[in-house]
Structures are given as C-alpha cells and as structure tokens.
C-alpha cells in the first residue's frame, strides 16, 4: 500500500526550530521529487520546498527561504523539512507530497500524506 | 509573482453542471492541474496536464486550459463532489496554487 506519513509536528514558540518527517511506503522514493505543502487554518493550500530525487536541487518559497531546508534519506524512504526561526504564519498543516514530473514544467502533486500540524505561539 | 485566481465559491444543484475557473497571465502557456480536498481531508489530485483524470477519477470531471483561464467541469454534480477545489500551475520552478473555490451543491 502507498503510504506517506508525517510526524514531527506540534507547539513551538516563536523563533524555534521544528524538525518534520515523511515515512514513505509502497512506491520506489528514490525515484522521485518530493515536495512539502502546508494549509494554514481555514487558509489554501501554499506550496513550501521541494527536492529532487538525488537531492541536488532545492527549491523554496520566498517566504521560508534561509529560514527552511528540505532534504531526504533515500536509504530510511524519509522526507524532511527543518524549521528553523519559526514565525506565528508559519503554522499550518503541513503535507508531504510526491511530485510526478512529466516534464519541465508539468508536473503534479499525486500522493499526499495526511499532514502534521505545527502551531507557531507563546 | 505569478498568481492563480479563483473564484471563492461556486453553487451548482445536483445533477447539474459546474465549472470553476482559474486565472493567471498566459496559463494556456503552463500546465495545469486540479485538486479536489474534501473537509478534515487531504487533497486528491482530479485533474493533471490540463485535461487528463488519474485513474480512479471519475469521467464527470473534465477540463481544459486555454489563454488565461483554465476550467474544470463536474458534469452531473453529486452531492459528494462537494469539497473544495485547487488549481495549480509551475512558474519557474515555483508551484503556485490558486485560492481554492468551495464548491456547494445545493
């Protein structure tokens, strides 16, 4: 079965760190960009980071740019964002999605996991 | 920045037909795609590179992508494609979403 499953989530202050995780399942990881998605409460859905299957392009959000860093184990089939001088926008769901490229510029989001939500207050 | 606009909300009867746009400069030049997010859920991809459905998608849902708007239709609207639906395009190497529309079916 095709599993994408985060943890890491939770209550943070302002200007801490959080590091999230993306157990993947049921489909090779390794051959695959991955991207992270979050939806602030009641919000749309805000594409953040994703990476390349070796890793060797990252791209970001202006808005989490140095702040943020994706990056993945292809031996562990994980996923990661660290979060670091976290900001009260920054709370969200956040999801962990597959990206299926077709092409330069056609691409898609085709599996998703089911979120972990971080809280940004004091 | 590139943007994506959508309308916040959109009501159809059932049976009927719905069709919610979304508007960015030259689209018709990008791909677009579609996802449907039900309440308390994740999103589900509906639509991919303009007009194809994944499989398990059901044939009601079709679209298409011209100029600067891109269009999906739910033809025969059921009472349980009401959800919210998000388009989405790459800019560069940036995936921009639209606001998303609420999609009621009365």
């Known amino acids: 079965e095709v599993q994408l499953v985060e943890s890491g989530g939770g209550l943070v202050q302002p200007g801490g760190s959080l590091r999230l995780s993306c157990a993947v399942s049921?489909?090779?990881?390794?051959?695959?960009?991955m991207s992270w998605v979050r939806q602030a409460p009641g919000k749309g859905l805000e594409w953040v980071a994703n990476?390349?299957?070796?890793?060797?392009?990252?791209n970001y959000v202006d808005s989490v740019e140095g702040r943020f860093t994706i990056s993945r184990d292809d031996a562990k089939n994980s996923l990661y964002l660290q979060m670091n001088s976290l900001r009260a926008e920054d709370t969200a769901v956040y999801y962990c999605a597959r990206a299926l490229v077709m092409g330069p510029t056609n691409r898609n989001f085709d599996l998703w996991g089911r979120g972990t939500l971080v809280t940004v207050s004091s | 920045s590139y943007e994506l606009t959508q309308p916040p909300s959109v009501s159809v009867s059932p049976g009927q037909t719905a069709s919610i746009t979304c508007s960015g400069d030259k689209l018709g030049d990008k791909y677009a795609c579609w996802y449907q997010q039900r309440p308390g859920q994740s999103p589900v991809l509906v639509i991919y590179q303009d007009n194809k459905r994944p499989s398990g998608i059901p044939e009601r849902f079709s679209a298409s992508n011209s100029g600067n708007t891109a269009t999906l239709t739910i033809s025969g609207t059921q009472a349980m494609d009401e959800a919210d639906y998000y388009c989405?395009?790459?800019?560069?190497?940036?995936?921009?979403f639209g606001g998303g529309t609420k999609l009621t079916v009365l």
């Open positions: 989405q395009a790459w800019d560069s190497s940036t995936a921009i």
């Open positions: 990476i390349r299957q070796d890793g060797g392009e990252k």
């Open positions: 049921g489909f090779t990881f390794s051959s695959h960009w």
